[in-house]
């Protein structure tokens, strides 16, 4: 019984080790959720008159994640609040999982990050020089990026 616990802690070990080789002191990314959120995102009163919060976290969702060089609002063209052309092509993309978690090194500089979606890409963060979801990656540092997609969203 001895050998089979030892066995099964080096084996814990080891995945623990593979999972987490990904974030490592010694690289740099991001990481972070996507999920999805639409419809009247407004509190509704109910028949007692209380107030009903809606869900603002919406739900994880499986995406695309498509990483541009640093762009700004200038060099991109936008309709029904996706992008439909952007200056430059991508320069990687990830694919996020079924929970919306995804994790992506990068080398450290300036990005700015987009979800695929059926008519264009989505974006909804910019600065204020007009730069499009800019996101810094650090040397040896994981930057958290949680993206909400809520263009068929009312608030």
């Not at 499986?62 to 439909?84: C, H, Q």
């Amino acid at each position: 019984m001895r050998k089979t616990s030892n066995t099964l802690f080096i084996l814990l070990l080891i995945f623990m080790n593979i999972s987490c080789k990904s974030q490592s002191s010694e690289s740099q990314g991001i990481s972070g959720k996507i999920t999805w959120l639409e419809g009247n995102q407004m509190p509704m009163i109910s028949d007692d008159g209380s107030a009903t919060p809606p869900n603002p976290k919406g739900v994880p969702v499986k995406r695309t994640l498509l990483i541009y060089p640093l762009t700004n609002l200038a060099d991109a063209k936008m309709e029904d609040g996706l992008f439909v052309q952007i200056k430059g092509e991508a320069i990687i993309q990830t694919e996020s999982d079924e929970n919306g978690e995804f994790a992506l090194e990068l080398s450290p500089g300036r990005y700015s990050i987009f979800t695929q979606e059926e008519g264009g890409l989505f974006a909804n963060i910019f600065d204020g020089e007009g730069n499009i979801q800019p996101v810094t990656i650090k040397e040896k540092e994981w930057t958290k990026l949680d993206i909400i997609i809520n263009y068929k969203a009312v608030f």
